[in-house]
């Protein structure tokens, strides 16, 4: 498959259906076994498995009936191997229905690897946006 931004794209899409649907084992299988998942607050789950543990949680709680948007930030696609991409994408999540809540944007980067199964999340780091102090 190659240098596709098309595939890396539906990586990342079956992540968003996922999170919407509140399916923490299907959001944790796009990680590789051994990811690095660090959330807004500077928190690494390390691993599909605490990925997956820690998302069930959200999901069954705190971020129950949240919605993953994209924002309007364009995605920044680099390849540095044909099989290794770098992602960086603006995004957030709306609470229960909620209005998009800027309180709750953030620049997400992401490190993809091609595998067998298709393009999975190598890494995730997840840095909330703040104003720039004046």
Same mark, same amino acid.
């Given at each position: ?18 999170w919407n649907a509140g399916?923490?084992?299907? %959001? ?8 690095? %998942?660090?959330?807004f607050m500077g928190q ?27 924002? @309007? ?20 999540? @709306? ?7 800027p309180s709750r944007a ?29």
């Amino acid at each position: 498959m190659g240098m596709s931004e098309q595939a890396v794209f539906s990586t990342l899409n079956e992540l968003t259906e996922a999170w919407n649907a509140g399916d923490a084992a299907a %959001y944790a299988r796009l990680f590789l076994e051994d990811a690095d %998942y660090v959330n807004f607050m500077g928190q690494n789950s390390r691993g599909r498995a605490a990925i997956e543990e820690s998302h069930r949680f959200l999901f069954d709680g705190p971020l129950k009936g949240s919605k993953m948007t994209c924002g @309007t930030t364009p995605p920044a696609v680099r390849f540095v191997r044909p099989d290794v991409a770098i992602v960086v994408i603006g995004g957030g999540t @709306t609470l229960d229905g909620a209005d998009e809540d800027p309180s709750r944007a953030s620049t997400v980067t992401f490190v993809l690897v091609e595998e067998p199964e298709g393009w999975r999340i190598a890494s995730f780091q997840n840095t909330r946006r703040t104003a720039v102090p004046s």
